[in-house]
């Protein structure tokens, strides 16, 4: 289910920041979870790879699940 505007706004009060549009706007279309693919091109080097960065999964926003946005092992970053 994806989040409401109330829980959006509770959330970020909590966190004490507006979340990106772009991010908002991913998790009422998909809320979260592994992507099957998991290397991301970038135009540079970067620490993790000189072709590359990893995502391995995307936090949804929420609290109920434990690694959503702001649930129990969830990241203010």
Known sequence: M???PALIDSVEA???Y???ASYVALMQ???GGMPHHTCCP???RT???DTHV???GIMGIGRE???SLAGGAGSRF
Do not use: E, F, I, N
Request: proline content about 17%; overall charge positive.
């Open 2 to 4: 994806p989040p409401s």
């Open 14 to 16: 909590d966190l004490g």
């Open 18 to 20: 507006r979340l990106p």
């Open 29 to 31: 279309s998909h809320s």
């Open 42 to 44: 970038v135009p540079s």
């Open 47 to 49: 620490t993790w790879a």
């Open 54 to 56: 990893a995502v391995h």
């Open 65 to 67: 699940k434990r690694y």
